[in-house]
């Protein structure tokens, strides 16, 4: 079964950085687009970022000039800098093997269970 495990979150002080990483087995190797999706307390889940492996790429708009994410087949990372305590949350990857870029939750099958990231002075 494909599974995909998150790691690299933490507690870091504002304007820190923090890479996350996620890396994808079991029957992995035909997923397509990686994601990143966020969910703060008391919050509605929403899109971080997107990315296929065509070069495809989205980025919420808060985030686009301080977060990056990159891939290869097996691993998706998000890259955070200049973090904000607005950047607290449970974030989770998620995968699917239509290789759309899209932000719908709905259309990622596959999910982890999450890093918790808090930006706290």
């Known amino acids: 079964q494909v599974q995909l495990v998150e790691s690299g979150g933490g507690l870091v002080e504002p304007g820190g950085s923090l890479r996350l990483s996620c890396t994808t087995s079991?029957?992995?190797?035909?997923?397509?687009?990686m994601a990143w999706f966020r969910q703060a307390s008391g919050k509605e889940r929403e899109y971080v970022s997107v990315?296929?492996?065509?070069?495809g790429r989205i980025i919420k708009l808060s985030v686009k000039d301080r977060f990056t994410i990159s891939r290869d087949n097996n691993t998706v990372w998000l890259q955070m800098n200049s973090l904000e305590p607005e950047d607290t949350a449970r974030y989770c990857c998620?995968?699917?093997?239509?290789?759309?870029?899209?932000?719908?939750?709905?259309?990622?099958?596959?999910w982890g269970r999450g890093t918790q990231v808090t930006v706290s002075a």
């Open positions: 990315a296929t492996p065509g070069g």
């Open positions: 079991g029957h992995s190797s035909t997923l397509k687009s």
């Open positions: 998620a995968a699917s093997r239509a290789g759309q870029t899209t932000t719908n939750p709905d259309d990622y099958p596959f």
